[in-house]
Nanobody
Framework: QVTMIESGGGLAQAGDSLTLSCIAS????????VAWFRQAPGKEREFVSS????????FYADSVKGRFTISRDNAKNTVYLQMNRLKPEDTAVYYC??????????????WGQGTQVTVSS
């Protein structure tokens, strides 16, 4: 059984920063690629970013490239999403998922419960 738990969401103003964390209770976490997705009300779940098992590769949606940074600390079984220069359109529930790097959410077996990020203008 794999559990993934997100934290760090909240209210922010445009231009602010937030850091999301995803801790995974999975054996051999250091061998698992992890991704972040988000889902805004009335919209489909969309890919945000993903990181390889060792952190050597990372991928971003065009909408967040240059503003968001994904990283991981395998000693803590945690993946982070540093979100800078937030925009109102970043408002969504953010989910971590694994294992994988794919942009298609249907490719992922494990999901966290999500953390809400709300950005006001």
């Amino acid at each position: 059984q794999v559990t993934m738990i997100e934290s760090g969401g909240g209210l922010a103003q445009a231009g602010d920063s937030l850091t999301l964390s995803c801790i995974a209770s999975v054996h051999a976490f250091k061998s698992v690629a992890v991704a972040w997705f988000r889902q805004a009300p009335g919209k489909e779940r969309e890919f945000v970013s993903s990181i390889s098992f060792d952190g050597s590769e990372s991928f971003y949606a065009d909408s967040v490239k240059g503003r968001f940074t994904i990283s991981r600390d395998n000693a803590k079984n945690t993946v982070y999403l540093q979100m800078n220069r937030l925009k109102p359109e970043d408002t969504a529930v953010y989910y971590c998922a694994g294992p994988g790097l794919d942009t298609n959410p249907r490719k992922y077996r494990y999901w966290g419960q999500g953390t809400q990020v709300t950005v006001s203008s």
